[in-house]
Structure formats: C-alpha cells, structure tokens
C-alpha cells in the first residue's frame, strides 16, 4: 500500500521539477505522515465503537461489579494498542530508503506495546482487587498487598523486556545477568519485601481487617482501618487525622486490636472510684432500718442479718458491743446496692461477668471498681451508658453515709483555714 503512494508521490514532486534525493525524503516522509494518521482514526473510531457499544452495554446491566472495568480504564487502554501494531507493522514499507530509521520507529513501538500491555494488566489487576473487596470476606481476606507485589513483577518484567529491546538481547540471557545485581535489587525493594511479609503475616493469621479499631501508641493511631496496603496500613483516627503505619511495624511491635471486644456480646466497664476510708463504719439498727427502705437491698439485708444473727447465737457472741462477732457495714451494703442496680440495668449484658468488687486500700481511701459490658458497643451510647451508671453512683454514695474521697482543693483549704482561726 505505502509502496504505490510513494511510487505516486514520486513520480508527482518530479514533474513538479524536484531532483529524485528531495522528491524521495518527500514521500517518505509524508508516507510516515499518513501512516501515523491512519494509526490514529483508527484508534479513534475503535474507540468509538467501543464507547458506544461496550461501554452503553455494561452501563445498562444490573450488575456493578462490571462498572469497574471502566473505572479502571481497561477497554481504554486495551485499545491504544491499535496504533503501535499499525505503526511497527507498516513502519518498513512507509520507510524502504530509511531502514534505520524505520528501525528505530519499530523499536520505540515495541517499548510502547510493553508499556501498554503493563498497563492494560495493572488496570485488570485493580479491576480483579476492586471486584473482590465487593465481597465481605475481603474485610478480613484483603489482596490488595498481593495485588501491589503482581503489579510491582509486572512492572519489572516490563523494565526488563524495554532492556531487551533496546539492547536486541534474549530475555534469558538479561536474567542471568542480574543475578549479580540481586543484593543490590534486595536493598532497593527492602520495604516492599517487608511490607509483603508483613502483609501475609497479618492475613493468614487473621491479625488485622479493614474496619478494625487498633490503637497503637508508637504510632500514635487509635481507629479505624482504612487499607490495607503492600508497604503501609492507613488508619483513621477518630479525631479524622490519618495514621500510615509501616506494614512490617504491625509485626514486629506490638498493637490492640479491639475486634473481639466488636465480636463478643459486651464492651467492658471497669472504673473504680475511691470511698473515704474515714467514713466506713458498723451499721447500728437505726442504719439497717434506714438502709432497709432502699428496694434493691431490702432483701439482702434481711437474709444477711438472719444469716449474722444465728452464727452469732451459735457462737455465743456478745453483741452489747459491735465490734463483737459479725456485723454489717454500711460499704458492704453500699457494695450489695450496686451489684443489684447494675444487675436491673437494661443497657448490662447479663450473660456475661458483672461484679462490684473492692480493690487494694491506698493512700486516697478505698477503691471500689464496677467491672460489668455494656450490651451497647457503640462508642458513643456506651460512654453514655456508663456515665449514667456512675452519676447514679455519686448521687447515692451520701445515702448510705459514705463519702466518695477527692483530692482538697485550694478553696477547702482556705475554709478549713478560717475555720481554725
């Protein structure tokens, strides 16, 4: 074809009076020319077609698992390799006096094919990822590292066949020669092949998934899971700030993942608040009577107070005195009163521990710790559910002629102060 259209072209600048050298790089040049014009129509009109057939087809469907192929360019790219098989097949004919050149053209089209074909797999790779985190088991089962290492091989192979091209070499004979370099190429991709380990590490032990909450202090990230990549994790913390963590730092330190606490049927509660040590004391009659009106430890009371009395009797105690034998405390009914309000709570999940329980004696007083799960794990409805559960407390404490210990301020000081004065 390319050669009657020089032939024409000849025969056309030499009756224009042009010497046989001009009239010849003339036509091949505009044979070039025409060539590189037909690679391009007929990209555009592929194009065209595809656009107005493939891609209305896919549009309509139900299904939006196939809209990925054209958000990831992979019928696009696919078809801009048209135009080089044109270009590196036509190049010789539309250039038979210039075969160094035609060579070139041919070369530099080969690159492009490699660069194309890289591409139209890199844009199936994302489409095969994308189409796979539609399924919920990618939450727990993410590629997304493996995909990042295929494209990372594919991206070598398509640096090594260019290498090939240029140097008109087999392939073979480009990987034996980079044995020698294979130290060199460990340090240059040392994060990804970490990162790779790492990532395998993390997925076949089930250690991380994309919608975790992890909090990890070196790292300072405390939050969601966004990705999970080849190199580096993202997690967005709640205050919305973003925190990319090394893939392999997830190995080799140590972070918490609250997964099973989301998986279980509770979040915990376990506060403690501390009573005056001063203000815990036998309960005389009058107290017990008192305390007795309280519903919730009604009952408590009275099988307890049974219970005291008979080993009393049986141990023939003396209980002119109450320091003599058993007797109730006003913290341990305190501690009964608690253990049946959070027992009523509806917000409490039964099936799982609750205790109101007393820790170690400090210097501040008596601790008392409320350990119970919320069967709400919403941040948000659990920080209401346990402060609730504890306004409740600090109103109550009084009640039973407890005080809750804090710390004088300078203002009860300067009282006490005046006081003395």
């Known amino acids: 074809m390319f050669g009657k259209l020089i032939t024409l072209l000849n025969e056309l600048f030499s009756k224009l009076g042009l010497n046989e050298r001009i009239s010849g790089f003339l036509s091949e040049t505009i044979s070039v020319i025409i060539l590189f014009l037909i690679a391009i129509i007929v990209y555009l009109i592929v194009i065209y077609i595809v656009k107005k057939t493939v891609y209305v087809f896919i549009k309509k469907t139900n299904s939006q698992r196939d809209d990925i192929l054209l958000k990831n360019n992979v019928f696009s790219r696919l078809c801009l390799i048209i ?11 539309a250039l038979p006096s210039y075969p160094v050149l035609a060579s070139t053209i041919i070369i530099v089209t080969k690159i492009y094919e490699v660069f194309i074909y890289s591409r139209v797999l890199d844009a199936v790779l994302s489409t095969l990822n994308d189409i796979y985190d539609t399924y919920e088991v990618s939450k727990s089962k993410p590629i997304k590292g493996f995909i990042q290492v295929l494209k990372i091989i594919i991206y070598l192979v398509c640096l090594l066949l260019v290498v090939a ?12 020669g980079l044995g020698t370099l294979s130290a060199v190429l460990m340090l240059v991709f040392k994060d990804p092949i970490l990162g790779f380990v790492g990532g395998l590490q993390l997925t076949v032990n089930d250690m991380l998934r994309i919608g975790d909450w992890i909090v990890m202090e070196k790292s300072k990230a405390d939050g ?5 990549g080849l190199t580096t ?4 913390n709640w205050d919305k700030t973003i925190t990319t963590i090394p893939t392999y730092t997830l190995i080799s330190d140590s972070f918490t993942n609250w997964r099973g606490m989301e998986n279980s ?4 509660i376990a506060r403690s608040f501390v009573i005056d040590a001063d203000t815990v004391k036998f309960c005389t009659p009058e ?31 003396d209980d002119s005195n109450l320091v003599n034998g058993r007797r109730q405390t006003n913290i341990g009914i305190f501690r009964a009163y608690l253990h049946e309000y959070i027992k009523d709570c509806p917000y409490i999940n039964k099936d799982m521990t609750f205790m109101v ?3 170690a004696p400090t210097e501040y007083g008596i601790p008392i710790q409320i350990y119970a799960f919320s069967s709400n794990k919403e941040w948000i409805s659990y920080e209401n559910i346990q402060s609730d559960i504890f306004d409740h407390v600090f109103a109550v404490v009084t009640m039973f002629d407890l005080k809750i210990y804090q710390r004088p301020s300078s203002n009860t000081l300067e009282k006490v102060h005046v006081l003395e004065i």
């Open 83 to 93: 135009p080089a098989y044109i270009v590196r097949n036509f190049a010789t004919s």
């Open 165 to 176: 091209i240029l140097t008109q070499k087999q392939l073979s004979n480009i990987l034996i």
């Open 224 to 228: 969601e899971v966004l990705e999970i």
């Open 233 to 236: 994790v993202k997690v967005q």
């Open 265 to 268: 049927g509770g979040r915990r």
């Open 287 to 317: 107290m017990l009577e008192r305390f007795k009106k309280f519903q919730l430890v009604t009952k408590y009371i009275e099988e307890k107070e049974k219970e005291i009395e008979e080993y009393n009797k049986k141990n023939k105690i």
């Open 357 to 359: 329980r007393q820790l």
